[in-house]
């Protein structure tokens, strides 16, 4: 463990999670703006040869490979965080009360290999994922990753043959995987400005409309895209000691306005980190931001020798945990939502009886 007056420099607790940190806070400058900006015009003639290579590489693709069980997807259009974990979450949950056996896929972004394998409560993050760890541990479903989602859930069903539905923890672009449902999570950024990668955030072209068995979810405050959908904002009033969230105590949460009134750092590696640093001043927290790369691994503490209290997001928390005891008091804040009963009892259509 790293000492707490010598810690790691911050944005450098992957080896290079500095440098990528930089880049995707360079893109996030223009990308979610409402209308593309001069540097995303210089980009965009990459956007259009992005988007015809998606488009051949989608027609040259086999038919999607069925799966033992159907499949739920949960994805963007866009990159980096908006929401998509806490639904994936909440849609388990919901399955589950509906008396249905989940489980969930992942490709596993930021691990190390591209077998399949299946995370455990204890696995390493860099074996399985941090947020396929999260949901593992948050929901005690099965969680298989792998870079064949199709590969994936047959070797879930065959381990776990209880299972009668799959979610997609991501997925809407991995045409080889086929599905029942989607849902589609947008934060309030919606679709930026919308370009395609790189000169803007979307991994596809907007559509003016979305099938009848794919809909939309806005995690944030409002609608932001012309796409009808459902509001449903992430619950963010209590925190948890480190500690206590590591070992699956809920009742130790304090209010999120319990740290109101001191200095705390807020370290976020995630897609978005500008919108958790945004979240908690909102609550009316005084912070000193931290952002890390997306998916960013913590060989040592990564906060400045000076630091005395942290607040951080659970896809965080999974990898600091490892480092266990803490040098400084560090709080997890969980980001729950609940998913509107029209929206679960649609789903559900779309699923045979249960057996």
């Not at 806005?218 to 500690?243: I, K, Q």
């Not at 559900?348 to 249960?354: E, F, I, R, T």
Request: glycine fraction near 10%; charged fraction near 20%; charge should be positive.
């Amino acid at each position: 463990m790293a000492a707490a007056d010598s810690p790691a420099r911050p944005g450098a607790a992957a080896g290079g999670a500095g440098r990528s940190g930089r880049a995707g806070r360079w893109f996030a400058s223009f990308w979610w703006r409402a209308s593309p900006s001069p540097a995303a015009r210089l980009l965009q003639p990459l956007s259009w040869l992005y988007r015809a290579l998606a488009a051949i590489a989608r027609a040259a693709a086999p038919a999607p490979a069925a799966t033992p069980v159907p499949v739920l997807v949960v994805g963007n259009f866009v990159v980096g965080g908006a929401g998509k974990t806490p639904v994936v979450i909440a849609l388990v949950r919901a399955l589950q009360a509906a008396g249905r056996r989940p489980g969930v896929i992942s490709r596993g972004h930021g691990r190390a290999g591209a077998g399949v394998y299946e995370a455990g409560t204890d696995s390493p993050p860099q074996r399985s994922g941090d947020e396929p760890l999260l949901i593992r541990r948050r929901t005690g479903v099965p969680v298989f990753v792998g870079r064949r989602r199709a590969e994936a859930a047959a070797a879930l069903c065959a381990r776990h043959a209880q299972v009668d539905v799959l979610v997609s923890d991501d997925g809407l672009q991995h045409h080889a995987l086929a599905r029942v449902g989607e849902i589609v999570v947008f934060d309030d950024r919606g679709a930026g400005n919308g370009l395609l990668l790189p000169a803007g955030p979307l991994r596809q072209p907007l559509p003016r409309a979305l099938p009848r068995n794919a809909f939309v979810l806005y995690s944030g405050e409002r609608t932001s895209t012309p796409l009808p959908g459902m509001v449903v904002p992430r619950r963010r009033d209590a925190v948890v000691p480190l500690a206590a969230w590591a070992r699956g105590e809920a009742a130790a949460a304090q209010p999120l306005a319990s740290l109101r009134g001191r200095r705390v750092t807020a370290l976020a590696g995630i897609g978005a980190p500008e919108q958790f640093f945004r979240m908690l001043e909102a609550a009316g927290l005084d912070i000193e931001r931290l952002p890390c790369a997306d998916h960013a691994d913590y060989p040592q503490w990564p906060w400045p020798g000076r630091t005395r209290e942290v607040v951080t997001t659970e896809k965080d928390a999974v990898k600091l945990a490892l480092l266990l005891p803490a040098p400084v008091p560090v709080w997890v804040l969980p980001l729950d939502c609940d998913l509107p009963p029209p929206l679960v009892s649609a789903l559900l259509a779309l699923l045979p009886p249960v057996r």
